[in-house]
């Protein structure tokens, strides 16, 4: 992901949703709790959301960094070039 800045919003349905600032257009990510779920987090599942998102967009830029290391790594040979890292 970019520098740029995004905003954590809550839609009228209810769902916590990650968007652009920048931007009104269709939200990035959406997250629906159950009803179950808001009962138990009540104002809770504002940093709850929060924390979700957070862990995917660190989940993405790793993906993104393992991604772009491989395609750097795929233009010079390797001795082994069948061995791959797994997390």
Do not use: N, W
């Not at 790793?62 to 001795?79: K, R, W």
């Amino acid at each position: 992901m970019s520098s740029e800045l995004y905003e954590i919003i809550e839609l009228s349905s209810g769902e916590i949703a990650l968007r652009r600032a920048s931007e009104e257009g269709e939200p990035l990510v959406t997250i629906r709790f159950s009803e179950e779920s808001m009962h138990f987090l009540q104002d809770a599942k504002y940093e709850v959301a929060k924390a979700m998102i957070e862990a995917g967009m660190e989940a993405a830029g790793e993906l993104a960094l393992d991604s772009a290391e491989q395609e750097v790594g795929s233009a010079a040979p390797t001795e082994d070039a069948s061995t791959k890292t797994l997390h």
